[in-house]
């Protein structure tokens, strides 16, 4: 395991128990070896973007973590808390239990077939730049600034949620 770095990842759900399948995964990537969570955004509510059916609504935030898996590592490990909660690819943007992209990885930037850092579609998100300010307030989250592109988009489907129970929506 090498020196560890800063990551950011984004959480979605719209399908099942939206909450609780953010709350596991969130869980899960407390547990993976060399790995802490160092953060989580607030949670909101938002309108599902550029899918090719009618969906219900996503539950999405951010997480920071601190990590010495490399980014390639981290993906497999992302995929694999996926599939253990029950992600099943169907098609590009589908609806779905579970989705933990990996945006930004401390001090890489790197083009593979399976991996692209900084995430290629994160400056066109609502869903991620938002929650993303609420651990960045700089707008600027490991070295990439995003306030410009957070500036100029549309965030009003993109509301904060909070869990009926009143609870946080993570407590370590």
């Known amino acids: ?8 990842l984004s959480l979605g759900a719209n399908l099942g128990d939206r909450l609780g399948n953010l709350r596991r ?8 070896l060399g ?32 990590t010495g898996l490399q980014p390639q590592t981290l993906l497999g490990a992302c995929l694999g808390i996926e599939a253990a909660l029950g992600k099943v690819r169907t098609f590009r ?19 593979t077939p399976d991996l692209i850092l900084p995430h290629p579609r994160m400056m066109e998100r609502a869903f991620v730049l938002v929650p993303l ?3 960045f307030p700089n707008g600027t989250a490991l070295g990439l600034g995003f306030s410009a592109h957070l500036a100029t988009m549309d965030t009003a489907g993109v509301t904060p949620y909070q869990p009926a129970d009143g609870a946080p929506f993570w407590v370590r």
């Open 1 to 8: 395991m090498e020196q560890k770095r800063q990551a950011v």
């Open 25 to 32: 995964a969130v869980q899960g990537l407390d547990t993976l």
């Open 35 to 66: 790995t802490r969570v160092q953060a989580v955004s607030p949670l909101y509510e938002t309108e599902p973007f550029d899918v090719p059916d009618r969906q219900q609504n996503y539950f999405n935030c951010c997480v920071l973590v601190q």
């Open 93 to 111: 943007n589908a609806a779905r239990l579970i989705d933990i992209d990996l945006l930004l990885y401390e001090g890489e930037q790197m083009q």
């Open 133 to 135: 300010r609420d651990l």
